[in-house]
């Protein structure tokens, strides 16, 4: 990865958090801590992994994304905008009744949206589906989808597993997002889901442990995943809830709370000031 | 009856979806471990690389279909009712139905006439679970001609279907030449003025000799085979009651949610008359026989012609 590539995702990611926080604010709800955590790995996709056209997003030969995190929309959302799908000035209007961007990612209103979520554990089978599809149809389509740490606390989420080692869906790319927490708090106090990548590998993944704020470790892990066949893959990545702004970072609290006007023009200092450090890059 | 040819839906199922296959390269199949019971395994011998076996993970099949419709492939998923409408509800209320995805399922073993296994496995909630879902078809054939009629018809509508397929046979009534099957349109059986029962699934066939066996006492029956529950054919449902003053519903199911109700509330808005109501009366099933146990649950001629005569 050249420095400017670099620099350029960088900016790309701030701008995404810019955007989580304009929509969560905009909403005066939603889940801002987890659309932080995985604000990088959304700019990762969005700006260099996916097969994609801002311009045409049904291109039938896309490659896929599913949010299976559904309740990350904000920075799904605010990824997409800021790609060209949508206006970037309509992230505000999240969760408003009149708003196309419904809380959780809905396929039919909201465009670059592969599949509706938001019911843990059901993306990535959703995914599974796709990478399936995409095979028996000759498609060269790669199906990505993402899943929260606490999520894999469902039963479905390793049905979808087995399914996708089953029938070696090397086409496909299950991300974890390890942020470590959960709306009662720590995933290890709640529920523990640990070791992670050994329960993925046990069941038939190749994994990759990355830290999740890294894109050179992004860019290794999905050129490794591209190169891996026989088999799915997966990319488990140690993130912080809340990344980039300081007093959600960390906090379960800021799971599924937005931020109020204070607190939203505290949180646009601090991500304007790193967007000026990251042109200054 | 004993002539009569008798074939159980689930067969139907199965052989459409071989005849289907045939004609179409975007349907898939995926089934819970259930194949050779479901008989999606009939699909699975002649396109053995468009069966997907899902292992005993319906939730996880559900969603997989929802992705699979959703690359652009005509996908049918089965399992018994029970864990297709039951288990799986939410995947398919979430995954299927929110998005509206061209998913069919194709449900078997509904109803108490699964015998044996008893009531863990007797699905008597399913029509009112589908129901409740904005946008899914709901369906049952009555016999062999409509079930497989009914497997092309949910392969030329575009969005999620829910059937429910028998594990019994039942006669075949239907003339293959000349049927033909509209979904969410009832199709009068027989012509009568002085009550209308309305039923589907197996107990169609038993609305047929209930009748008759009243015409033999002197009371005029409309039957009405109503394999479509939702969208329902209001306007059939209006006009039976307007002819017939008087109605009987019967079907395999709990009489909560199901046909029942969906034509009590058509009845209740738009023109009031009185109802009786032929199903399973909110108790659980039990093992046993099929025929002794639809006996035993009020599902037969013999209880519609009572129901008849007691309005």
Partial sequence: ????????????????????????????????????????????????????????PKWEDRDRFVLSKGHTAPGLYAALA?????????????????????????????????????????????????????????????????????????????????????YKLDNLVVIVDNNGLQIDGAVADVMSPYPIPEKLEAFGFEAARIDGHDFEAMEAAFAQARQTKGKPFAIVMKTTKGKGVSYMENQAGWHGKAPNDAEYEIAMNELKAQLTEAEGM | MADVKKIATRDSYGNALKELGALHDDVIVFDADLAAATKTGVFKKAYPDRHFDCGIAEGNMMAVAAGAAAMGLVPFASSFAMFAAGRAFE??????????????????????????????????????????????VVMSPADDVEARAMVFAAYEHEGPVYMRFGRSAVPVFHDPETFRFTIGKGEVLRQGTDVAIIANGLMVAEAVEAGKRLEAEGISAMVINMATVKPLDEELVIEAAKTCGKVITCEEHNILGGLGEA?????????????????????????????????????????IVEAAKSF
């Fill in chain 1, 1 to 56: 990865m050249t420095a400017e590539e670099k620099k350029q995702l960088t900016i790309a990611a701030c701008k995404v958090r810019m955007g989580v926080i304009e929509g969560t604010h905009g909403a005066k709800a939603g889940h801002p801590g987890g659309s932080l955590s995985a604000a990088d790995l959304f700019t990762y996709l969005y700006w260099k992994e996916l097969n994609i056209d801002p311009k045409n």
């Fill in chain 2, 91 to 136: 995947q398919v209320r979430n995954s299927i139905g929110y998005p509206h995805l061209n998913v069919k399922i194709g449900a078997t073993h509904g109803g108490i006439s699964v015998g044996e296994d008893g009531a863990s496995h007797q699905c008597c909630e399913d029509y009112a679970l589908m129901r409740s879902i904005p946008g899914m």
């Fill in chain 1, 82 to 166: 800021n790609r060209g799908f949508f206006p970037v000035e309509d992230l505000p209007t999240l969760r408003h009744i009149d708003s196309y961007l419904q809380g959780h990612p809905n396929m039919n209103t909201v465009p670059g949206v592969d599949m509706s979520t938001g019911s843990l554990g059901q993306g990535i089978s959703c995914a599974c589906g796709m990478a399936l599809a995409a095979k028996k149809m000759g498609k060269a389509a790669r199906v990505y989808t993402l899943l929260g740490d606490g999520e894999i606390q469902e039963g479905q989420v390793w049905e979808a597993c087995m399914f996708a080692a089953h």
């Fill in chain 2, 263 to 303: 034509v009590c509330g058509v009845l209740a808005e738009k023109l009031p008359t009185p109802v009786k109501r032929i199903g399973v009366n909110d108790e659980f099933g039990h093992s046993g026989p099929a025929g002794a146990l639809l006996k035993a649950f009020g599902l037969s001629a013999e209880h």
